[in-house]
């Protein structure tokens, strides 16, 4: 079958470091997304992974082990607009995007 | 960048009543547009692929009778929910895809939020 995990939640202060992981065993693998979703308002992509390795970009970065089928989302410098949920997306055979349930990080001050 | 605008962003109807939904590419050519739907506090659920000039391909459990999918138009897909019921309410997304020299993108509309009372 097809699944993705990641955490439910994730709290963390202003300024610190999270690190969202992700897994997936799915049918068919072209490439990993990571996009952020505040509440009523539709995703907006933060970054892809099709190859092994790091992909940095700003405050954020993301990981990709496709033998592991596991994936990361880094968020540095935390800030209060950071506070949203983070969804796990892996593309699979005709470019359909399968959904992880989303990880809400909470950023305090 | 590319931009897909997704219209009614809200909309409120009795049950029984048809909403449809659009949902546009406004500077690419989108031959495969998704149609997903998400409840609160949950993720988004794929319910159709939408490809241009022929029949939606829908996801195991979606009723194809109860979602009309027609994607007329390189640049525009429509969502039909017929013969809508409270439980039909939720967040409708579309998203397009774009297959520039660059690589593959997938792009999202801002999202539709259905109430059938």
């Known amino acids: 079958g097809q699944n993705i995990d990641q955490p439910t939640e994730m709290t963390a202060t202003e300024g610190a470091i999270v690190q969202i992981n992700c897994t997936y065993q799915?049918?068919?693998?072209?490439?990993l997304f990571w996009y952020q979703q505040h509440a009523g308002e539709a995703p907006t992509f933060l970054s892809y992974n099709v190859l092994d390795g790091l992909e940095e970009k700003g405050r954020f970065s993301s990981f990709l082990s496709r033998s592991k089928g596991y994936s990361y989302l880094l968020l540095k410098e935390l800030q209060m607009k950071d506070s949203a949920s983070y969804l796990c997306a892996v593309s699979g055979s005709w470019g359909k995007l399968q959904f992880g349930a989303g990880t809400q990080v909470v950023v305090t001050p | 960048g590319a931009v897909v605008s997704q219209h009614p962003s809200r909309v409120i109807c009795k049950s029984g009543t048809s909403v449809k939904i659009e949902c546009r590419s406004l500077?690419?050519?989108?031959?495969?547009m998704f149609w997903y739907r998400q409840f609160p506090k949950q993720s988004l659920m794929l319910m159709a692929t939408?490809?241009?000039?022929?029949?939606?391909?829908?996801e195991q459990g979606v009723e194809k009778d109860k979602f009309l999918i027609n994607h007329a138009s390189l640049t525009l897909s429509t969502l039909t929910v017929t013969s809508a019921h409270p439980e039909d309410s939720s967040f409708y997304i579309c998203s397009a895809r774009d297959l520039s020299p660059t690589g593959e993108k997938l792009f999202f509309g801002s999202g539709t939020q259905l109430s059938v009372l």
């Open positions: 939408s490809n241009e000039g022929s029949k939606a391909t829908y």
């Open positions: 799915t049918s068919g693998f072209n490439g």
């Open positions: 500077d690419f050519q989108a031959t495969t």
